[in-house]
Structures are given as C-alpha cells and as structure tokens.
C-alpha cells in the first residue's frame, strides 16, 4: 500500500480546475471576500477611474501544496472524477 502524502492532490476539500488536476480550489472553508479595484463604467472626464467592488473567491491551491486542514478523500477516490 502506498503512503498517503498529506497534500492537497489528496485531501477531500480539494477541487480541481484544470483537466490535469495539479491547480484548484481549497473547499475546506467558505469563499473569502476581497475588495479589488474595477474600472468605473461611469466616465469622469478625468481619465479612468476605479471603484472598489467585492468579489468572492475560494483559496487557489496547487496539489503539492500542505496545510494544517489536510482530510483525507473517503476510499482514495479521485478529484478529477469531480471535474
């Protein structure tokens, strides 16, 4: 039997996003939300202007990555059978 590797390719709160599987979306929490800084679709005739918006986004993880939260998929089941 092969050793568990205790990263993210591996743990249940991983979903990948590429056919690959090697980058992905750590699940183990809810999205967080930042403020970025849009382009304003109301012109100001001062050149662009920006205006915070809110956006919410899950963790971008690679499956090498480790972490604390590492929970191991039930039955060694793939991530890709997901995508």
Known sequence: MAAL???????????????????GECRR??????IVM???AVATGRGPSLTPQPLSTFPAVTDDLLCGEF???????SPLALI
């Open 5 to 23: 590797r205790h990263c993210c390719g591996e743990c249940s709160h991983f979903l990948p996003n590429t056919p690959a599987g090697s980058e």
């Open 29 to 34: 929490y809810p999205p967080a939300v930042q």
């Open 38 to 40: 849009m382009p304003s």
């Open 71 to 77: 929970n191991p998929r039930p039955g060694g089941s």
